[in-house]
């Protein structure tokens, strides 16, 4: 494993202070608005399941780090990756995280044509977010 100086983290533990200020003030400003009975809770807590079911979803955030690692593959290169995937999965997992717009698809002009898989800007911010979040649950 590689070690981490202490020193680099600090400014994390930081932006965790200051961000867990912002959450709290847009979370109170929320209850404070929006009536809470047992409907809405139910509401939010199937929002929230939803947003992020593709956590859940086995090979999802492994494709995720294969396209950050790679900075873009092709299907066939991602196969090779990835070991244990099958072609049907990876194709459904790629549709689904192109739907929820973490990742782009680009054709490329050619005979055949090659399709380029990478990280959209929303799905870098979730890479960042999944590494704050490692970080933090490991302490360190």
């Known amino acids: 494993m590689v070690e981490i100086k202490t ?6 533990d930081k932006l965790l202070k200051d961000s867990r200020l912002v959450v709290k003030d847009l979370m109170d400003s929320h209850f404070e ?17 939803k947003t992020f079911e593709f956590i859940r979803k086995k090979w999802n955030v492994r494709i995720l780090y294969e396209l950050e690692i790679h900075s873009g593959m092709n299907f066939n290169e991602m196969i090779r990756h990835m070991e244990g995937i099958s072609t049907r999965s990876l194709s459904d997992r790629l549709k689904q995280l192109e739907d929820l717009k973490l990742i782009t698809r680009t054709v490329q002009d050619g005979r055949p044509p090659k399709v380029l898989y990478e990280l959209s800007e929303k799905g870098q911010g979730i890479i960042k977010l999944i590494q704050f979040i490692i970080l933090y649950l490991t302490g360190i």
């Open 7 to 12: 020193n680099k983290i600090k400014p994390l």
């Open 33 to 49: 608005n929006i009536k809470h009975d047992e409907e809405r809770k139910i509401v939010e807590m199937n929002f929230f399941l």
